[in-house]
């Protein structure tokens, strides 16, 4: 419901809004989950929202619904769709 004060030209909608502030740094490891194996990746995703992607050849095993670490290689904060191009934390280098 909007509300109209006085003669203003305007209407005054009150809203709330719950944030996620996520401004992950290179190198930082955080847990995602697997949401699918790409041909040529792994798709994440961390808090449920957020898009990580691990290139195939730095994969290791996993399944989907897997709980991963992932060491974060790039932060892709100005697109559009937020996302984070990582590798997989724990893992030898190949």
Known sequence: HGIVQSDAPVVFVPIEARLLVFA??????L?????????DHLALLAHG????????SLIGSADQGDAVAARVGVAAGSTTVPGVRAERAGLDPP
């Open 49 to 56: 929202v957020i898009n990580v992607t691990i290139p195939h």
């Open 24 to 29: 992950p740094v290179v190198g930082q490891e």
């Open 31 to 39: 847990e995602a989950t697997v949401a699918r194996h790409g041909s």
